[in-house]
T-cell receptor, first 114, second 107 residues
């Protein structure tokens, strides 16, 4: 079966702009989580969605937001981009709650803010 | 607060040497612990989880609740083990990852 798909793979944006990233989970998976991966901080949890509801949120400013659609696809939005937002953004899907069942990761979207 | 610590950023060993990747966690409840691995140019993927008590690719990890540790071990490292390894704990329905340890196995 198809794995987790993230689009686009690469993005270059200017400070102050906004960006939307997309994640299509594995068919049948209802939980989608987003992580920010940077060399210094590792993977940091952004938020998790389950059946269109945000169940959990990490310690990121309100500029980071997300949503999940009825088909479980999820989008993440970052507004007023800052240079420090440059990172690899990973999406993970799982059958049940994150942590209770195996998380399957996408290949990520590499965002560069200039 | 839920936290996972991996003290080593880089661990370099020779092929055939034993490997131990350290992981310590802090969580007030009873978390589930995982090791995820990311090989070069591949996705992050689950290596093993403590409840399954499996040995995957020769790796094992034992949960030590007294020391709040979940170290990853392999008796004889192989070159194909070179990768980034992340320890993670679950709690409050989210996964918290450590900062990762890069394992480099030289011939």
């Amino acid at each position: 079966k198809a794995g987790v798909t993230q689009t686009p793979r690469y993005l270059i944006k200017t400070r102050g702009q906004q960006v939307t990233l997309s994640c299509s989970p594995i068919s049948g998976h209802r939980s989608v989580s987003w992580y920010q991966q940077t060399p210094g901080q590792g993977l940091q949890f952004l938020f998790e969605y389950f059946s269109e509801t945000q169940r959990n949120k990490g310690n990121f400013p309100g500029r980071f937001s997300g949503r999940q659609f009825s088909n479980s696809r999820s989008e993440m939005n970052v507004s007023t981009l800052e240079l420090g937002d440059s990172a690899l953004y990973l999406c993970a899907s799982s059958l049940g709650a994150q942590g209770n069942t195996e998380a399957f990761f996408g290949q990520g979207t590499r965002l560069t803010v200039v | 607060a839920q936290r996972v610590t991996q003290p080593e950023k880089l661990l370099s060993v020779f092929k055939g040497a034993p490997v131990e990747l350290k992981c310590n966690y802090s969580y007030s409840g009873s978390p589930e612990l995982f090791w995820y691995v990311q090989y070069s140019r591949q996705r992050l993927q689950l290596l093993l989880r403590h409840i399954s008590r499996e040995s995957i690719k020769g790796f094992t990890a034992d949960l030590n609740k007294g020391e709040t540790s979940f170290h990853l071990k392999k008796p004889f490292a192989q070159e194909e083990d070179s990768a980034m390894y992340y320890c993670a704990s679950s709690g409050f329905q989210k996964l918290v990852f450590g900062t990762g340890t890069r394992l480099l196995v030289s011939p």
